[in-house]
């Protein structure tokens, strides 16, 4: 909204916001020591601002999700630590955060396993697409063939 881009930069471990005369802003680093390091490997592959400034990142082999405030402090991630059995994390490439606060990963790297999942912000699964196609970026437009509405939340 601001005129800017948002760039990861996948083997730099970061995300840099770009002026429109290609000046760099601002620099979101993903190779944090709480996030595990560069051992992680925590490439940054989507990054979607949000309406209050923070900015939502897919981080793929390192199998996170992280939200960062406008100052780059991690402010929310999730990982297959907070799903041991189901380990939904498989290369997140595409994501978008929904009106209601929820997020929708696209699990890219998955076979078998769950392919797109729909979580809340206190990490509940709220649906899983587990059938034959694989899915590296995602969009929801409607739900029950309704338009979603609304600004994303949070």
Do not use: M
Request: proline residues 8%.
């Amino acid at each position: 909204a601001n005129g800017n881009y948002l760039v990861p930069h996948l083997l730099a471990f970061k995300v840099k916001e770009y002026s429109p005369d290609g000046r760099i802003l601002k620099e979101f680093p993903t190779d944090a020591a709480e996030l595990g390091g560069r051992a992680a490997e925590n490439w940054p592959f989507t990054a979607i601002r949000l309406e209050n400034g923070h900015t939502v990142i897919n981080l793929t082999h390192g199998n996170k999700t992280i939200e960062v405030d406008a100052d780059g402090k991690i402010i929310w991630s999730i990982s297959n630590s907070d799903f041991p059995d189901l380990k939904p994390f498989a290369d997140p490439c595409g994501g978008q955060r929904l009106p209601n606060g929820n997020t929708v990963i696209a699990s890219y790297a998955s076979q078998k396993e769950i392919k797109v999942f729909e979580v809340t912000p206190d990490k509940k699964i709220v649906w899983k697409y587990t059938g034959p196609h694989r899915a590296h970026e995602i969009q929801i437009l409607t739900t029950n063939r309704k338009p979603i509405e609304g600004k994303p939340l949070k």
